[in-house]
């Protein structure tokens, strides 16, 4: 595992999800202010990505397929979501760890107090 310097938020992504479609806007911003996040694709990788890329070309290049062999709640389960539903985020901390979590669509100010809270 790759220790990050800073928090980064991850953010659980499947193309299927309408909540997490309506927070790209926000992520975006995010990552235009600055702010290290993530998008983490759960299923339909190439789907993902043109959705991503619709909203912000920098959140579809950073974005990483979880490898999850076709089981978003498993993958889900394994990050901390005992219900395995989205939307869903977790902070790695600057230790590599998860710190906080979040289950429900983001804000811009959501996304500030998770990373600032680790």
């Known amino acids: 595992m790759v220790i990050p310097p800073v928090p980064v938020l991850d953010v659980y ?36 990505r043109r959705q991503l890329a619709a909203v912000s070309p920098q959140l579809a290049a950073q974005a990483v397929a979880v490898p999850g062999g076709g089981a ?4 889900l389960r394994a990050a901390g979501d005992g219900d395995g539903i989205l939307p869903y985020s977790v902070v790695r901390s600057r230790q590599g760890g998860a710190c906080r979590s ?15 809270g680790c």
């Not at 992504?13 to 993530?38: I, K, Q």
């Not at 978003?72 to 993958?75: E, G, L």
């Not at 429900?104 to 600032?116: D, F, K, P, S, W």
């Open 13 to 48: 992504y499947a193309p299927t999800c309408l909540p997490c479609r309506l927070e790209l806007p926000v992520l975006a911003e995010a990552v235009r202010d600055g702010l290290s996040v993530t998008v983490m694709l759960l299923t339909e990788e190439a789907k993902a």
């Open 72 to 75: 978003p709640r498993a993958v």
């Open 102 to 116: 979040w289950r429900g669509a983001l804000t811009l100010e959501r996304i500030r107090r998770l990373l600032t």
